[in-house]
């Protein structure tokens, strides 16, 4: 069942793409199918030829199938206001390797599970042609050619296929997750290049503001930032450009209402062509919010309870979980005559083991989540830089003292109960326990 699926979700896609292109090219419908069967069949052509894909050859398929999506988009730049070259392009890098992975991964899945393999493929490759047959009979009645110029074209079909998620057999993430991770390492690779040719940079003679200021640069915040950048500038481009589209001449015409009547045509023109732009413009904010959560996923562990015996607090750096240098926080918890007390322990990008109340000066005490490089307030969402913790202040975790023995952090309790009750008052924080 899962070729029919795959299958059915790929051969969909595909449909959307032609659809789109033969609604608004109507009268080269007949090439652009006929064009579009014979991508798909030389993409499966090439994948029979040379099965199994692996190595290099895999991942340069992949790699080319995540990033003709962005070239698409990027090219409609350049694309002219009705050049049909640009969009016979975009069914080349659209179809092509996505049909050569799922040619791929239907082979992959026949020798895993049996020849049956192939009948549910089909089945899924006849539902789709048979969804795409229907969608040609409704085309003359969308009438497309009145929403979309060519470079408005490439947007769309970009955004397809990142909706679409397309063919991620072999990868579980989205096509932007790939995309970041891709910027990441180029950026990762450019600053090391940097770093390399700054004079003493190893040995610790420049400051160490230069030294945040590239890992900052090089961070997968920034790597999201390019990767929104790149995706979010044709839209937004395009619109703008259609927004500066001149007004039709009206001095030749004499009579008010013909004039009226131009300068509504002219507006309902920019109304039909800028609302697939600004619905594409959507689509990847939406999904760039998303890519941003899978790279930087909540994470807010249930507190560790520890024995509250003695005068002092014991907390292990390595347990279970992992150990403290993987750069995720830890939560812990003890009871003292009635009163529940929380901590956070945790490993700063320097190296530096912190222990902190999970709670702040200011808000009320309902603790801190994990995102990426920061921690995050529960009650207000102010990001705390990871640098940061242990310094007091502001909506900073309450630092408590520690020194380390070993493998263990230790607090003394005396410590802990005074500066929570300085703070957060005897008894603040039990209202607060989940």
């Known amino acids: 069942m899962t070729s029919l699926f795959i299958t059915l979700r790929e051969t969909l896609e595909f449909s959307l793409i032609l659809l789109l292109l033969t609604g608004v090219y109507k009268e080269h419908k007949k090439a652009l199918i006929t064009s579009a069967l014979l991508v798909i ?5 090439t994948t029979s030829i040379s099965y199994p894909i692996s190595g290099p050859l895999e991942k340069t398929f992949i790699d080319f199938m995540y990033y003709s999506f962005l070239m698409i988009l990027l090219l409609s730049l350049v694309s002219g206001r009705e050049t049909f070259i640009f969009p016979v392009i975009c069914v080349v890098l659209a179809l092509f390797f996505p049909s050569a992975q799922l040619a791929s991964v239907i082979m992959e899945e026949a020798y895993l599970k049996g ?3 192939y009948i549910y493929s089909f089945t899924g490759l006849l539902a789709g042609a048979f969804i795409f047959s229907l969608g040609l009979r409704c085309l003359p009645w969308l009438a497309l050619r009145r929403f979309f110029r060519a470079d408005g074209i490439m ?6 296929c990142f909706l679409f998620g397309g063919l991620n057999e072999f990868d579980d993430s989205s096509f932007i997750t790939a995309l970041q991770r891709g910027s990441h390492k180029l950026l990762s690779s450019f600053f090391a290049f940097i770093r390399e040719l700054v ?3 190893d040995e610790g003679s420049v400051p160490s503001a230069l030294n945040n200021i590239f890992s900052y640069l090089s961070s997968e915040r920034v790597a999201m930032a390019f990767t929104a950048l790149l995706l979010l500038m044709p839209p937004v481009f395009l619109f703008i450009k259609l927004l500066f589209t001149p007004e039709p001449s009206t001095d030749s015409i004499g009579i ?3 004039k009226r009547k131009r300068i509504s045509v002219y507006i309902d023109e920019l109304i039909r062509k800028g609302t697939p732009l600004l619905m594409a413009l959507l689509v990847i904010i939406v999904l760039m919010h998303a890519a941003n959560l899978a790279v930087n996923p909540r994470y807010d562990p249930e507190p560790f309870p520890l024995s509250a015996e003695g005068e002092t607090v014991t907390i292990p750096l390595t347990d279970k979980y992992g150990d403290i ?6 939560k812990f918890s003890f009871r003292q005559r009635g009163e529940i007390y929380r901590l956070i322990v945790m490993m700063r990008p320097d190296g530096e083991v912190v222990a902190m109340l999970d709670a702040c000066e200011i808000c009320p005490p309902t603790g801190y989540l994990q995102r990426g490089e920061y921690l995050i307030c529960k009650y207000c969402s102010t990001p705390i830089a990871l640098q940061s913790l242990g310094e007091p202040g502001g909506c900073n975790p309450i630092p408590v003292i520690s020194r380390l023995e070993g493998d263990n952090l230790i607090l003394l309790k005396d410590d802990i109960v005074r500066i929570h009750n300085k703070w957060l008052g005897a008894g ?6 989940h």
């Open 155 to 160: 947007v769309i079909i970009a955004v397809i």
């Open 256 to 258: 008010k209402a013909e």
């Open 428 to 433: 603040g924080e039990e209202t607060h326990i």
């Open 115 to 117: 020849g049956f393999t």
């Open 199 to 201: 004079p003493g940079i």
């Open 325 to 330: 240098s993987d750069g995720r926080i830890r």
């Open 41 to 45: 069949t030389a993409g499966v052509f």
